[in-house]
């Protein structure tokens, strides 16, 4: 018989609730046993949908349930920490949603208990590595065919946000994702960065700034902008250029039919992340829970990848207001995650 993890989820809001229906309807090898979340009525509503356990807000609980081998996390950002501390203490598989931690001391505390435990138990939930288009990317300027990559041109606009929303949480929640995928892509270290505030947008009116602009300089040289809009009402709006020396390499707009009509070639541009990025969080959790079966232990974006974000997020808030390049300094990186 095929064996199959059984996880629980603790947070059943937006993003938790769309990865319990993709693992119990989409992954092979998994199933999800038991949910919970901060607001017990929402664990309870989730885990009456599809016949499981619900902890309600019992959480700590939930991890510590024997039949649960696997906890993943999709509560708020100043959670993780403590809930991926305490799948570390029962030394169960960890799925972490972005960011690993509010910062990059935090992130340490991880990296220092999985070392003690002396395995790699934590995979933090950067899926853009399993979307096509940025794949197809990472190939091509992996395989040298266009030379050193020179410089990166990125932009992450969405069309909102909820309330409670800061200024740092453009940097450390939503263009944490470029953080990653731009030194994923280059397979380079950051070396130096700053944030800058340019004219502002009318279209945000709840006090934090947009847009703002991060500027990267990685340890080859490399330099890097990411324009970071958290409120442009028009659409979630993900791109990404590459410069090589001998060409350039562009992220794909999605799959999208283009219609023309009107004297007009149009096509339709997404405003939901869960539908932008669907295909790579199926292949995401798919590949998890196959690795996890294969090998015993995650392959994907690791704790030390959660900790080199964090770093630089750190950093870039940092900066704010100084009108400076400011450090970027990592600890050494321990052999577990060479
Ligand atoms: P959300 O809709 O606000 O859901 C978060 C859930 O966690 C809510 O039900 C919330 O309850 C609950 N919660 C709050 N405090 C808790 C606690 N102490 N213990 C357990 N549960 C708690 O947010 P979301 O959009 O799903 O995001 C959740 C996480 O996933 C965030 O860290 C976000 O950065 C990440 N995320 C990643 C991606 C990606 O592309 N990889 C996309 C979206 C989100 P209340 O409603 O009562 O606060």
Sequence with gaps: MEKVLKIGIIGCGAIGKDHCRRIIETVPGATVVAVSDYVAAAADDTAAKYGIKSYGNDCDGMIKDPEVEAVVITSIDPTHHDYVMKTLAEEKWCFCEKPLSQNAADCEDIIKREQEIGKRLVQVGFMRHYD?????????????????????????????????FQTEMGVSNVAIHELDICRWLLGDEYKSGQVLKVRQSACSTKGYDNPQIVLLETQSGARIDVEVQVAD??????????????????????YAVVKRSNATRSFPILTDWKDRFIEAYDIELTHWVKTLEEKGEPDGPSAWDGYAACVAADTLNRSRGTNQFLPIEMMDKPALYK
């Design 233 to 254: 009402a028009y659409g979630y709006d993900i791109q990404c250029q590459v410069v090589c020396e001998k060409g350039t390499v562009n992220l794909p707009d999605p």
């Design 132 to 164: 096509r288009g940025y794949a197809e990317m990472k190939r091509i300027i992996d395989s040298g065919e266009l030379g050193a990559p020179l410089m990166i041109h990125a932009c992450h606009r969405n069309v909102s946000q909820p309330d409670g």
